[in-house]
C-alpha cells in the first residue's frame, strides 16, 4: 500500500524559509518520478500546479514561480523526498502535496496517482 506523508508545513513570514519533507513507503522508490505541487486556499483540485519535479535519472524542473527559490532532492536510502522553500512569498501560500509516479507491471510510469494527504505553507506578510 502506497503511503505518502508531508511534514514541515506551518506559518512564516514573507523572506522566511521552511523545509518540507515527505516520507515514501510501498513505493519502488527512484524507479518512477516524484514531485511536488500545491493548490492555493479555496482553490479546486483541478488548479493543483507544480512546485518541482525529479525524475527517475535525478532531472530536476521547477515550476517558473519557486525557480531559485526553491530545492527539490531526495534520499533513496531512507525513501524521503525534500522540498527547502526559501525567500518565501506570500503568493506561496498553499497545501503542498508529495507525489510519486506508480511504477507499472510493463516497466513504464503513470503519472499523479499516488498523493500525500498534503501540509499548509502560509506566509504573511
Known amino acids: 500500500q502506497v503511503q505518502l506523508v508531508e511534514s514541515g508545513g506551518g506559518s512564516v513570514q514573507a523572506g522566511g524559509s521552511l523545509k518540507l519533507s515527505c516520507s515514501m513507503s510501498g513505493v519502488t522508490f527512484g524507479e518512477c518520478g516524484m514531485g511536488w505541487y500545491r493548490q492555493a486556499p479555496g482553490k479546486p483540485r483541478e488548479t493543483r500546479e507544480m512546485v518541482a519535479r525529479i525524475s527517475s535519472i535525478g532531472a530536476i524542473e521547477y515550476g517558473d514561480s519557486v525557480m531559485g527559490r526553491f530545492t527539490i532532492s531526495r534520499d533513496k536510502a531512507k525513501k524521503m523526498l525534500y522540498l527547502d522553500m526559501t525567500s518565501l512569498k506570500t503568493e506561496d501560500t498553499a497545501t503542498y502535496y508529495c507525489?510519486?509516479?506508480?511504477?507499472?507491471?510493463?516497466?513504464?510510469?503513470?503519472?499523479?496517482?499516488?498523493w500525500g494527504q498534503g501540509t499548509l505553507v502560509h506566509v504573511s506578510s
Open positions: 507525489e510519486s509516479d506508480r511504477l507499472l507491471s510493463w516497466g513504464g510510469c503513470e503519472t499523479l496517482v499516488d
